[in-house]
Nanobody, 120 residues
Framework: QVQVVESGGGLVQAGGSLRLSCAAS????????MVWFRQAPGKEREFVAG???????YYADSVKGRFTISRGHVRTIVYLQMNSVQIEDTAVYYC??????????????WGQGTQVTVSS
């Protein structure tokens, strides 16, 4: 059974930084795509950033230039470095493993999410 676990969420002031982590316990020899989504209160889940098996990255326009997705030394660990955070970044952040790194589909394995709250 695949488990996906996010960590690193919390309260941060606007303009500050936060780093989220995601670890997927999946037995594979492949380097799997990993994707971050988020869901704000009253809104649908939306794509944030994704990384392909080759290391190519995708970003939502709303976070481009501020957020960076990267892979850890272990292939099934990814990070989301969030800089210059804004109030609008407040959401539950979900990690998706082995899905679509462009975020166009929601296949793959999901974590339970980690809350990020940005204060003014």
């Amino acid at each position: 059974q695949v488990q996906v676990v996010e960590s690193g969420g919390g309260l941060v002031q606007a303009g500050g930084s936060l780093r989220l982590s995601c670890a997927a316990s999946i037995r594979t020899f492949r380097t799997i795509p990993m994707v971050w989504f988020r869901q704000a209160p009253g809104k649908e889940r939306e794509f944030v950033a994704g990384i392909t098996s080759d290391g190519d990255t995708y970003y939502a326009d709303s976070v481009k230039g501020r957020f960076t997705i990267s892979r850890g030394h272990v292939r099934t660990i990814v990070y989301l470095q969030m800089n210059s955070v804004q109030i609008e970044d407040t959401a539950v952040y979900y990690c998706n493993a082995d899905g679509d790194p462009s975020g166009r589909s929601t296949t793959g394995y999901w974590g339970q999410g980690t809350q990020v709250t940005v204060s003014s």
